[in-house]
């Protein structure tokens, strides 16, 4: 799916959004940074994943789809930053680390 087109506000939000968490949106993070409850921010990721613009990694966890991505099925670039943000506090191990890495 290409990403949809979406209006001036919107775009102004999500760039602000982007601004603040580049890595993993979440709707308590979006709430936060836009001003607006918690429900009406999980809305909003859902409707940006919906047109494209946003990945959905988990339920409530989106990451940004790079603009020169042809679709929303994007390979994340690191996954080890996104593993540390969704999972909070953790631990990569070595032998994890060593088999990412051959």
């Known amino acids: 799916m290409q990403p949809a087109g979406i209006s001036a506000t919107s775009r102004n939000q999500l760039s602000r959004l982007l601004r603040d968490s580049p890595s993993l949106l979440t709707a308590s993070g979006a709430a936060n940074t836009l001003g607006i409850t918690q429900p009406a921010a999980a809305r909003q990721l859902a409707a940006w994943s919906r047109a494209g613009w946003l ?45 990412h890495w051959g």
């Open 55 to 99: 990945a959905r990694v988990r339920r409530g966890a989106y990451v940004p789809v790079p603009i020169e991505s042809a679709s929303a099925d994007i390979a994340l670039e690191d996954p080890w930053t996104i593993a540390t943000a969704m999972f909070s506090p953790c631990y990569i191990g070595g032998w994890s680390a060593a088999e």
